[in-house]
């Protein structure tokens, strides 16, 4: 029951946290910036997917979050390559 | 679901929270872009770390007994 009373809040408080990593990926001065925009927005978002999951108690949404986790760090990596080399493939 | 795992629950979702909206605070208002860096790095992993060890909470077999017990039966009527 206290956990019930809980979720909603908890998701609105990752819905503002996910407004602030917008407001950083669209402002941010440089590319570092906006690479760290990004990485943060898909972990927060990961997480409100997670927070989803517990919601309605179903235990399928791992899965999706396990996919944010892998296309997002991967994504991650590629464009920190980006931001270094210039060109994504050797 | 047990009222003591419930609070469990509550108290790691309620600490992931906290830690995301930090993070993503020091990310949007900190002035450098190293200081950016730092802030929402460990934030971040802390927040997650708490909002998964609640789902591991939540979906343990102990606790999904008692809620799909719950969820189909009628409460227990006390014997006379």
């Known amino acids: 029951m206290l956990t019930q009373t809980v979720l909603p809040i908890v998701l609105a408080v990752f819905g503002v946290s996910l407004a602030l990593n917008m407001y950083r990926l669209i402002r941010g001065p440089s590319l570092a910036d906006r690479i760290l925009a990004l990485d943060t927005l898909y972990i927060n978002a ?21 996919l944010i986790a892998l296309f997002g760090f991967f994504g991650t990596v590629v464009l920190a390559r980006f931001a270094l080399r210039n060109r994504i493939v050797e | 679901m047990h009222p003591v795992l419930d ?61 799909d017990i719950c969820s189909v039966r ?4 006390p014997r006379s």
Request: net charge positive.
């Open chain 1, 46 to 66: 990961l997480a409100t997917v997670i927070v989803t999951g517990i919601y309605f108690a179903s235990a399928d949404y791992f899965e999706v979050a396990l």
């Open chain 2, 7 to 67: 609070a469990i629950v509550a108290i790691l979702l309620i600490l992931g929270a906290a830690f995301a909206l930090v993070g993503s605070y020091g990310l949007a208002k900190l002035g450098d872009f190293a200081k950016r860096l730092h802030g929402p790095t460990k934030a971040t992993t802390l927040g997650v770390g708490s909002v998964l060890a609640a789902s591991a909470v939540f979906f343990t077999p102990i606790a999904r007994i008692e809620r």
């Open chain 2, 74 to 77: 009628p409460p227990r009527r």
